[in-house]
């Protein structure tokens, strides 16, 4: 009977209706609302998870004795071991290829949120599923101003935040509180790690001077990197370029790029016929012969658009593990510059005849 019982509730939880995010107000639009309907749905498969999970008792660690953590992504993931070393167990959720945006939890992630002592996201408006999974997980130490929850986002100086008004779903799937691709530039790498330490620490005082020199060092790593590949673009900055989502802007403006037009005509929708050739007479006339497009996106309308302007369409990692190359947070970047580059030299993009980019430059966090 008790065993019954909690399955109705668990089941009845999923079929209640939840807030989009606990920062959203009064402010937000329609489009927002338009999610809510969509991701909020009961989710198939994760009732019966659920009332597992609320059936057991989450430990504050894990057998090993080490701190358990889940992150939303593979890249949230490997900064947080980087930092967590040795004392830390961490799961991602995400496998990397997939769109962040559009993520289906499994019945296997109620489980793991559920046992987890730290919940490392994203934050902003970019993982709504995340939101509602650590809700029906019901733990309740990792909601929103919790000690187990991570908002890896604090301090981030976010871009294209849409000014008053603005909020409108004739502009497309927009972000409400700006642009949440912001861990593209391996210096906000440097603020997650910052963030991931202080909840280590908060959580795990017993190990907070090892969490404060992982953190050390690996922000120093990243500040090396980022210098080194600074560097390496330095020859291509202010390449124009056209990209198929609003992903990159980050990306972008750390190594010097000049974005001059979209694949999608409004964020999330897909390009018909008439903006794809409205993209190819762009390109020619901006002189601009590189289409970056995300693993998730379609390969064939980038490339269609290259062909026609005998350009090149390349593929670059929104994510770790997006390709097998990209198997780390570093690595990801070192793969993007450096299939950016081969783009470049089979376009015929000859090195330092681009115009001044304002890029690249920003001081390290």
């Known amino acids: 009977m008790l065993e019954r019982a909690m399955l109705k509730k668990a089941a009845a939880m999923y079929s209640s209706r939840t807030n989009a995010t606990e920062r959203t107000g009064a402010g937000c639009s329609a489009h927002l609302r338009r999610r809510r309907r969509v991701r909020d749905r009961p989710w198939p498969g994760l009732a019966l998870a659920a009332c597992c999970a609320v059936l057991t008792c989450a430990a504050p660690a894990s057998a090993s004795g080490k701190v358990r953590i889940v992150a939303t992504t593979p890249g949230l993931a490997d900064i947080t071991r980087n930092v967590g070393g040795e004392h830390v167990s961490v799961d991602a959720l995400m496998r990397g290829p997939e769109n962040i945006h559009n993520v289906k939890p499994k019945p296997s992630f109620v489980v793991k949120v559920k046992r987890a002592d730290l919940f490392v996201h994203t934050g902003l408006d970019i993982e709504l599923w995340a939101t509602q999974l650590v809700k029906s997980a019901r ?112 990306f972008r403006d750390r190594f010097g790029l000049v974005k001059v037009g979209e694949v999608e005509p409004k964020p999330g929708i897909s390009p018909g016929p008439q903006h794809l050739s409205q993209c190819i007479a762009t390109m020619q006339s901006e002189d601009a012969k590189i289409v970056i497009v995300e693993t998730y996106n379609s390969k064939k309308n980038a490339q269609f658009i290259a062909d026609r302007i005998g350009g090149q369409a390349v593929v670059l990692a929104q994510e770790v593990l997006a390709v097998p190359e990209a198997d780390s947070y570093e690595k990801m970047f070192e793969y993007n510059v450096d299939a950016l580059i081969e783009a470049f030299r089979a376009a015929g993009v000859e090195p330092g005849k681009s115009a001044a980019a304002t890029g690249g430059a920003a001081a390290a966090p």
């Open 139 to 250: 733990n309740k130490n990792l909601l929103p101003g919790h000690p187990g929850d991570v908002d890896v986002s604090r301090g981030i100086q976010l871009k294209e935040v849409p000014q008053r008004g603005q909020l409108s779903r004739a502009l497309g799937d927009i972000h409400v509180y700006g642009n949440p691709h912001f861990a593209l530039d391996p210096l906000n790498g440097v603020i997650i790690a910052r963030n991931i330490a202080d909840a280590l620490k908060r959580v795990d005082p017993a190990h907070a001077d090892d969490y404060q020199k992982n953190y050390e060092a690996y922000a120093q790593k990243l500040r090396d990197l980022t210098a080194r590949l600074v560097e390496k673009m330095r020859p291509y900055q202010g390449v124009k370029v056209v990209v198929y989502h609003r992903t990159w802007p980050y």
